[in-house]
Every structure is written in structure tokens, then in C-alpha cells.
């Protein structure tokens, strides 16, 4: 009973995420403040998702199984409200009180996220117990080293979530950190860490392959030290270049590993696209953050920069991850298909290359028409969702 209700209460975190993630590109394609923009994506979409898979995938890979089952309940309308708070802060005419209120609703809601599973993985803190056996029993060194980043990624999410209330609420601060380091923190050192931490072990499951270990000895240190350099060091010369470096192999070397999964498998599930497509994007969204690092910040490329790494790498790797665990075809409703689903990962990976495009040129019909595009792929993956979750 308290596994179905931790099973239900996950889908309610990724409903919510699925809604932001619409919010997020009608607000880009309407021209909303890209401070709203970014809260929209990554506190509302991506780590709505985060949360979600959190609560139902981290207990059991480090077997264990989640203390506070209740804990879900009491997190989610705490960081759907904030997220909310936090988007609409920089519109104008919005009183002060409502950035302050979304801050302290979210580090209410990231206590009872990180002190549930803290309580729950108390006596197996880094992840030693991985629960692998049987046929995956060859599996378990990799599950072993992945699962000691996960601790990591909780630390990002608690000194990313201080800054966010510290900056609206005062208190000690042992670095600088504005919007777009805490951002990082946030994307990068919460988000994409635990996808490479997870994705090592869900990815080779889903496509009955073996990751190659070098790059998983790589990619995991090099995705936990990147976000903190970048964040300590953000705009900061050379360290600044170390921390985007360490970030690019971390983004590249993740995707390489997945595309030789994927070439090695006979499997051809339309989810198994999402994490392909979120690889490219990824590629070209830290290859123009280290163009950044080393060449300076080019103004029209900034925020092409954050979509293909948050709405690309990341986005396209959790949609493809969530119709892998709720496929469309599951549902009876119209459009309920792969085809749809494929287009769905299509339209948001064209929006964002026409994005690019436009960006590089100078086109500003091009990133509407992309960001449109990307818009259309979010309101198919949500109704796609939406429809199998109401099914259930």
C-alpha cells in the first residue's frame, strides 16, 4: 500500500512538471522576463520531474525502501506553489512578498524532500547496498560508484536552495551567488548529476547493454566538481574555464555512453529517442558554454545556451525516461500512440535547432518559429501524459 501511494504520489510531481514545462515555453515564446523563464524550467519543470522519480527510483537502488511515504504529499504543493511565487517575482508590479514567500515554500519543501530520503538512506548513505542481483548481479560495481553521487547531488540541491532563500530573505552567503550561478547549482549540480547518477543504472537496464566504465569513471566526478566550480567561479577567468570544461565532459561523455547503448541495442522504444536527441543537444549546449568560458559571452547565444541544456539535454532525457515508464500506448484516449510521442520529442529537438539557427544568423523569425515549435512538442508530451495518468 505505501509503495502504491509513493507510486501515485511521484506521478502527481511529474503531471506538475509536464504543466510547468508548457508554462515555460509559452511564457519564452511570449516574451516573459528570462528570470521567470528560467524558474519556470528548472525549479517548476525539471526538478518537479527530479523529485518525482526520486522519491520512487533512489530508496530502491540503494534497497532500501522510503521511510516517510507521506513525505511526497507534503512536498509537492510546497514546491508547486513556489515555483509559481518564484516565476511570477519578476513581473512587474508583483510585490516583494511573493518572492520571499516562493523562496521559503521551496526550502520547506527541498527540508522534507532531502530529510526523507536522508532518514531513509541513513545506514546506507553512499549507496553501498545497491539491490542488484540476480541476472544484473554484473551490474553492481557501476551501481556501487553511481549511487555515490547521489549524496552529491542532495548537497548541490540544499546550497542551491539556501541561495535561492538567501538572497531574498538575507543571511550569510560564502560565495556570490545571483540568479544564473544558483541556476547552475541547480540544473547542472542537481539535475544532471542525478541523471548520470540514475541514468548508469536505468539506461543500460531499458536497453539490456552495458555501459562503457571509463566513461562512467569520467563523467560521474566531472559531473559532480563542474556545477561547483562554475557556480564558485562564475564569469571568474580561469576557473570559470575549468568548471565549463568539467561540465562539457561530463554532458558529452554521458551522451557517448548512451549513444554506444543505444547502437549496441536491439531495442527501439520511442522513450529510448528522447535521452539520443537530449545527447545532441547537450553537445551543443556546452560546447557553447565553453565558447563562453573562452571566448567571451555572446549576448543573442545566451539563452539558446539554457534552452538546449535545460529543455534539451535535460528536457529531452526526461520525456524520453517518462514514456519509458508510461508509455503512451498504455492509454485509450485519441493520440494516445508512439507516433505521437515521437513527435512530441521532434518538435521540441527541431524548435531547438531552428532556435540555434536563428540565434547564429540573427533571425528573430527563426527562434519564434522554433520556440513555437518547442511549445507544440510540450503540449503533445503533456496531453500524452496527462491522458495516461487520468487512465490510471
Known amino acids: 500500500?505505501?509503495?502504491?501511494?509513493?507510486?501515485?504520489?511521484?506521478?502527481?510531481?511529474?503531471?506538475?512538471?509536464?504543466?510547468?514545462?508548457?508554462?515555460?515555453?509559452?511564457?519564452?515564446?511570449?516574451?516573459?522576463?528570462?528570470?521567470?523563464?528560467?524558474?519556470?524550467?528548472?525549479?517548476?519543470?525539471?526538478?518537479?520531474?527530479?523529485?518525482?522519480?526520486?522519491?520512487?527510483?533512489?530508496?530502491?537502488?540503494?534497497?532500501?525502501?522510503?521511510?516517510?511515504?507521506?513525505?511526497?504529499?507534503?512536498h509537492l504543493p510546497l514546491a508547486a506553489l513556489a515555483a509559481g511565487c518564484l516565476a511570477v517575482e519578476p513581473l512587474a508590479g508583483v510585490p516583494d512578498w511573493v518572492g520571499v514567500a516562493g523562496a521559503v515554500l521551496w526550502a520547506g519543501g527541498v527540508a522534507v524532500f532531502v530529510g526523507a530520503l536522508a532518514w531513509t538512506l541513513r545506514d546506507n548513505p553512499t549507496g553501498r547496498?545497491?539491490?542488484?542481483?540476480?541476472?544484473?548481479?554484473?551490474?553492481?560495481?557501476?551501481?556501487?560508484?553511481?549511487?555515490?553521487?547521489?549524496?552529491?547531488?542532495?548537497?548541490?540541491?540544499?546550497?542551491?536552495?539556501?541561495?535561492t532563500l538567501a538572497t531574498r530573505v538575507g543571511g550569510p552567503r560564502p560565495m556570490a551567488l545571483g540568479a544564473a550561478p544558483t541556476a547552475h547549482l541547480l540544473a547542472a549540480g542537481v539535475a544532471a548529476l542525478l541523471v548520470f547518477a540514475v541514468g548508469f543504472r536505468l539506461f543500460p537496464r531499458f536497453l539490456v547493454a552495458a555501459p562503457p566504465r571509463a566513461l562512467v569513471a569520467v563523467v560521474l566526478p566531472a559531473g559532480a566538481l563542474g556545477p561547483g566550480v562554475l557556480a564558485w567561479h562564475f564569469y571568474g577567468g580561469a576557473w570559470f574555464r575549468v568548471g565549463a570544461v568539467l561540465e562539457a565532459v561530463a554532458v558529452i561523455g554521458f551522451g557517448?555512453?548512451?549513444?554506444?547503448?543505444?547502437?549496441?541495442?536491439?531495442?527501439?522504444?520511442?522513450?529510448?529517442?528522447?535521452?539520443?536527441?537530449?545527447?545532441?543537444?547537450?553537445?551543443?549546449?556546452?560546447?557553447?558554454?565553453?565558447?563562453?568560458?573562452?571566448?567571451?559571452?555572446?549576448?543573442?547565444?545566451?539563452?539558446?545556451?539554457?534552452?538546449?541544456?535545460?529543455?534539451?539535454?535535460?528536457?529531452?532525457?526526461?520525456?524520453?525516461?517518462?514514456?519509458?515508464?508510461?508509455?503512451?500506448?498504455?492509454?485509450?484516449?485519441?493520440?494516445?500512440?508512439?507516433?505521437?510521442?515521437?513527435?512530441?520529442?521532434?518538435?521540441?529537438g527541431a524548435g531547438l535547432a531552428a532556435e540555434l539557427s536563428g540565434a547564429i544568423a540573427g533571425s528573430t523569425g527563426a527562434v519564434t518559429a522554433g520556440r513555437a515549435s518547442a511549445l507544440a512538442g510540450a503540449l503533445l508530451f503533456a496531453s500524452l501524459i496527462g491522458g495516461v495518468f487520468a487512465e490510471r
Not at 152 to 160: E, H, N, P, Q
Open 129 to 163: 547496498e545497491t539491490g542488484t542481483g540476480g541476472p544484473n548481479a554484473h551490474r553492481e560495481s557501476v551501481d556501487r560508484y553511481a549511487n555515490a553521487f547521489v549524496p552529491v547531488a542532495l548537497a548541490y540541491l540544499l546550497a542551491g536552495s539556501y541561495a
Open 256 to 348: 557517448a555512453a548512451y549513444a554506444g547503448l543505444f547502437a549496441r541495442s536491439e531495442r527501439r522504444r520511442v522513450g529510448l529517442y528522447g535521452p539520443l536527441a537530449g545527447g545532441v543537444c547537450g553537445l551543443a549546449g556546452v560546447g557553447l558554454g565553453v565558447h563562453f568560458a573562452f571566448a567571451g559571452v555572446a549576448g543573442g547565444l545566451t539563452a539558446v545556451h539554457f534552452r538546449l541544456n535545460a529543455l534539451g539535454f535535460l528536457g529531452l532525457t526526461i520525456v524520453g525516461a517518462t514514456y519509458q515508464f508510461y508509455p503512451p500506448t498504455v492509454g485509450s484516449f485519441p493520440g494516445a500512440s508512439d507516433r505521437t510521442a515521437l513527435a512530441s520529442i521532434g518538435l521540441v
Open 1 to 74: 500500500m505505501a509503495a502504491d501511494a509513493v507510486s501515485r504520489r511521484a506521478r502527481r510531481f511529474l503531471a506538475a512538471s509536464a504543466g510547468y514545462l508548457v508554462a515555460w515555453q509559452a511564457a519564452a515564446l511570449a516574451g516573459l522576463p528570462r528570470r521567470s523563464c528560467v524558474v519556470l524550467a528548472v525549479y517548476g519543470f525539471v526538478l518537479h520531474a527530479v523529485f518525482g522519480k526520486a522519491y520512487s527510483l533512489v530508496p530502491s537502488y540503494f534497497d532500501r525502501t522510503l521511510a516517510t511515504p507521506a513525505a511526497p504529499a507534503i
